[in-house]
């Protein structure tokens, strides 16, 4: 997959999720799978200019052992846009996203996420303002129309044609759907046919038959989001699989090991136990999803508050100490 001056040899990227997308987890997702590039959890452009560095560690710090990574951006100003694009250029950022999807109320109530979306006619003057910000390559992420009255496919299409960021996601859903609508497919395509731009396609993809449905689209990549949460090695499996090749995907016990590793990670990055557990309690589910006794397990993780009771807990339901044991 070619974006601006770079063929990466993947294309296959890990999308951003606010609560999870952090350094640890990008890490694991690298170490592991190899995704073409990860994303950070979306960061306000005003807390990025006014806030004081070392608040913004999270959001933006990239981990040492990780690969090409995209800063996700959110705001609904040109000039707040573009000095952030210059702050996150020089934190390192591989490339530079505009989210224009996301639906929480918070969000959008700052006319910003998916509100941007109704307001195709600020794509151009966000996209400039990025772009002379940076040599890096810029891209958006919007949501479409699917089955709703909007009817902004055709315009934002418009929009993005005269404003020619590097590349586009395109997330299959209207930003009123919840994850139990399904993906419209058609959607991601009509963006594909409408641009000269390569599009990537997000929504739904957690094995090899969703992911050919997604490149059915005629997409030149596909993000994954909440699958990868709690498989970093999913991209890794994938590659194999459309390649015809076996991928044995890990044990329980190590599957044990890469939980407790990302969470000795979010306590080095959040400064303290509790934060990191809290964080962590948002993903355990993932982590858990083919555990025997997985409710049981979230049940006694949540009720964790310091970080030895959470290990011993990871521990006992992965069966981490047995093997040790063992060996
Ligand atoms: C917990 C969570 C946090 C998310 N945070 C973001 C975000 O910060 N920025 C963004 O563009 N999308 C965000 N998303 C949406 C995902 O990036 C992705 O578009 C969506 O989950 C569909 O892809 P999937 O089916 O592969 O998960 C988030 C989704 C979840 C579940």
């Given at each position: 997959?070619?974006?601006?001056?770079?063929?990466?040899?993947?294309?296959?990227?890990?999308?951003?999720l606010?609560?999870?997308?952090?350094?640890p987890?990008?890490?694991?997702?690298?170490e592991w799978g190899k995704?073409?590039?990860?994303?950070?959890?979306?960061?306000?452009?005003?807390?990025?200019?006014?806030?004081?560095?070392?608040?913004?560690?999270?959001?933006?710090?990239?981990?040492?052992?990780?690969?090409?990574?995209?800063?996700?951006l959110?705001?609904?100003?040109?000039d707040e846009?573009?000095?952030?694009?210059?702050?996150?250029?020089?934190?390192g950022a591989?490339?530079?996203?505009?989210?224009?999807?996301?639906?929480v109320?918070?969000?959008?109530?700052?006319a910003?996420?998916?509100?941007?979306?109704?307001?195709?006619?600020?794509?151009y003057?966000?996209?400039?303002?990025?772009?002379?910000?940076?040599d890096?390559?810029?891209?958006?992420?919007?949501?479409?129309?699917?089955?709703?009255?909007?009817?902004?496919n055709?315009?934002m299409?418009?929009?993005?044609?005269?404003a020619q960021?590097?590349f586009?996601t395109?997330?299959?859903?209207?930003?009123?759907?919840?994850?139990?609508?399904?993906?419209?497919?058609?959607?991601?395509?009509?963006?594909?046919?409408?641009l000269?731009?390569?599009?990537?396609?997000?929504?739904?993809?957690?094995?090899?038959?969703?992911?050919?449905?997604?490149?059915a689209?005629?997409?030149a990549?596909v993000?994954?989001?909440?699958?990868?949460?709690?498989?970093?090695?999913?991209f890794?499996?994938?590659?194999?699989?459309?390649?015809?090749?076996t991928?044995?995907?890990?044990?329980?016990?190590?599957?044990?090991?890469?939980?407790?590793?990302?969470?000795a990670?979010?306590?080095?990055?959040?400064?303290?136990?509790k934060?990191?557990?809290?964080?962590?309690?948002?993903?355990?589910?993932?982590?858990?999803r083919?555990?025997e006794?997985?409710?049981?397990f979230?049940?006694?993780?949540?009720?964790?508050?310091?970080?030895?009771?959470?290990?011993?807990?990871?521990?006992?339901?992965?069966?981490i100490v047995?093997?040790?044991?063992?060996?």
């Amino acid at each position: 997959m070619k974006i601006k001056n770079t063929t990466y040899p993947s294309n296959l990227i890990q999308g951003p999720l606010a609560g999870v997308s952090c350094g640890p987890f990008r890490a694991l997702a690298w170490e592991w799978g190899k995704p073409a590039f990860a994303y950070t959890e979306m960061s306000s452009c005003k807390n990025l200019i006014n806030k004081p560095k070392h608040l913004q560690r999270r959001f933006t710090e990239k981990h040492p052992d990780e690969g090409p990574l995209g800063f996700q951006l959110s705001s609904n100003n040109a000039d707040e846009l573009g000095l952030a694009t210059k702050i996150v250029t020089d934190c390192g950022a591989d490339l530079i996203d505009l989210n224009c999807g996301c639906p929480v109320k918070k969000i959008r109530s700052k006319a910003a996420g998916s509100h941007l979306l109704s307001e195709p006619g600020k794509i151009y003057k966000f996209i400039t303002a990025m772009k002379n910000n940076t040599d890096r390559p810029v891209s958006i992420k919007i949501r479409v129309d699917a089955d709703s009255n909007d009817n902004f496919n055709q315009d934002m299409a418009k929009a993005i044609a005269d404003a020619q960021p590097d590349f586009i996601t395109v997330h299959g859903r209207h930003w009123t759907h919840k994850y139990d609508v399904d993906c419209a497919y058609d959607d991601i395509a009509f963006f594909v046919d409408a641009l000269n731009i390569p599009v990537i396609g997000n929504g739904d993809v957690a094995c090899l038959d969703s992911l050919k449905r997604m490149f059915a689209t005629g997409c030149a990549g596909v993000m994954i989001g909440r699958a990868s949460v709690g498989q970093p090695w999913l991209f890794a499996e994938l590659k194999a699989q459309i390649n015809g090749d076996t991928f044995t995907p890990p044990s329980t016990a190590i599957i044990g090991t890469l939980f407790l590793k990302h969470l000795a990670g979010l306590c080095d990055l959040l400064q303290t136990e509790k934060s990191a557990i809290i964080q962590a309690r948002c993903f355990a589910k993932y982590y858990a999803r083919k555990l025997e006794f997985k409710e049981d397990f979230c049940s006694a993780f949540n009720q964790c508050t310091d970080l030895k009771t959470a290990q011993q807990v990871i521990e006992r339901y992965f069966g981490i100490v047995t093997l040790n044991k063992i060996i």
